[in-house]
């Protein structure tokens, strides 16, 4: 069965500190991949998606099939970047969710 | 044009209340999907419209949950009998015909008292 897992709930840093956060995910085919993020009081929206192999707000993504990962990855935080990540893998149809990380950025 | 709305943006309701939560997508979008975020929890998907097809509904967390969908546009959940265990905000998202990006309404945040 197709399944996106975030094992961290919570996952708290210094500004300025690395971050990454965890996706794993199992899937039969070729995999498409998606970080969305909400904000406070915004709405949830797209971050990047795998295909793209862009970097947005200093974030990038690497699928690696062989760990069944994609990672969401900056090399220093910014109090900004606090919110809620979630990774999502598309499904033919429509798209999969996991249950989302919190990153907490702390000045 | 507009993005995905949904109301009411806030309701609160007594314990065994019915509710409807209206979603409208973005024009031309043929996908919509609802989804419940709990308070401090993530993303639950509740069901699925593409198109003219049979929705998926294998989110729905129990038989008091129901929604529609006429053609591409508007879509409205309905949750019967309403418990505390309701409480949470649901989202609707909306994308186009076999395309991968959702695209997400404000919510409406549903307080069962």
């Known amino acids: 069965a197709q399944r996106v897992t975030q094992p961290e709930k919570l996952l708290s840093v210094f500004k300025g500190a690395p971050v990454e956060l965890k996706c794993n995910y199992s899937y039969s085919g070729s995999p498409e991949l998606f970080w969305y993020v909400q904000y406070s009081r915004q709405r949830l929206q797209l971050l990047l998606r795998h295909i793209s192999r862009e970097s947005i707000k200093g974030f990038t993504a690497d699928l690696n099939k062989g760990e069944t990962s994609f990672h969401l990855k900056k090399p220093f935080a910014q109090e900004e970047d606090s919110a809620m990540y979630y990774c999502a893998l598309y499904n033919t149809d429509k798209l999969i969710f996991g249950t989302g990380t919190r990153l907490q950025v702390f000045p | 044009g507009a993005g995905v709305s949904q109301s009411p943006s806030n309701k609160v309701t007594e314990k065994g209340k019915d509710v409807e939560l209206r979603c409208d997508p973005i024009?031309?979008?043929?996908?919509l999907y609802w989804y419940r975020q709990r308070l401090g929890q993530g993303l639950e998907f509740l069901i699925y419209?593409?198109?003219?097809?049979?929705?998926?509904k294998s989110g729905l967390p129990s038989d008091r949950f129901s929604a529609e969908r006429t053609g591409e546009s508007v879509s409205t959940l309905t949750i019967q009998r309403t418990q505390q265990e309701d409480s949470a905000v649901y989202l609707c998202?909306?994308?186009?015909?076999?395309?991968?990006?959702?695209?997400f309404g404000p919510g409406t945040r549903l307080t069962v008292l």
């Open positions: 998202a909306s994308g186009g015909a076999w395309t991968d990006t959702q695209y």
């Open positions: 024009s031309g979008h043929t996908a």
């Open positions: 419209f593409q198109g003219n097809s049979a929705p998926d």
